[in-house]
């Protein structure tokens, strides 16, 4: 399906775990999305309404955060800013598919992202 750019930073991978300090490395990995959050922050208070940093962040709090109810809430304020970008829009649906199971609601904002980029698929 569309929509499945990929996103500026992030990690999900766990590192340094050949010390001797009994640690997993997770800290390291937690500290790349602490960084990667605090920047989209800093660019989404500089640009409250660029429609792309809106959908990154998103992106970023699917993908790396699981956090759905915020990457609803980015995706949606990324739709007001441009409600013709197909890739947003599915990824929109995909949200309330995962997270409400909402099949009607899901497939409206799917057939929306058909009409506004029907190319794209």
């Not at 989404?44 to 759905?68: H, Q, T, W």
């Not at 409400?100 to 497939?107: I, S, V």
Request: charged share 30%; hydrophobic share 30%.
């Amino acid at each position: 399906m569309g929509g499945e750019g990929g996103i500026c930073g992030g990690g999900s991978g766990g590192g340094g775990g050949g010390s001797d300090e009994g640690g997993s490395g997770d800290d390291d990995s937690s500290h790349g999305s602490d960084h990667t959050e605090a920047y989209y922050r800093r660019m989404i208070d500089a640009n409250p309404r660029n429609p792309l940093i809106l959908s990154n962040y998103g992106r970023f709090l699917k993908e790396v955060r699981g956090d759905y109810a915020k990457a609803k809430e980015y995706c949606g304020r990324s739709i007001l800013a441009d409600p013709n970008d197909g890739n947003v829009l599915s990824m929109f649906a995909d949200l309330v598919w995962g997270s409400e199971r909402d099949a009607e609601r899901a497939e409206a904002y799917f057939d929306q992202a058909l009409k506004v980029a029907p190319d794209d698929w």
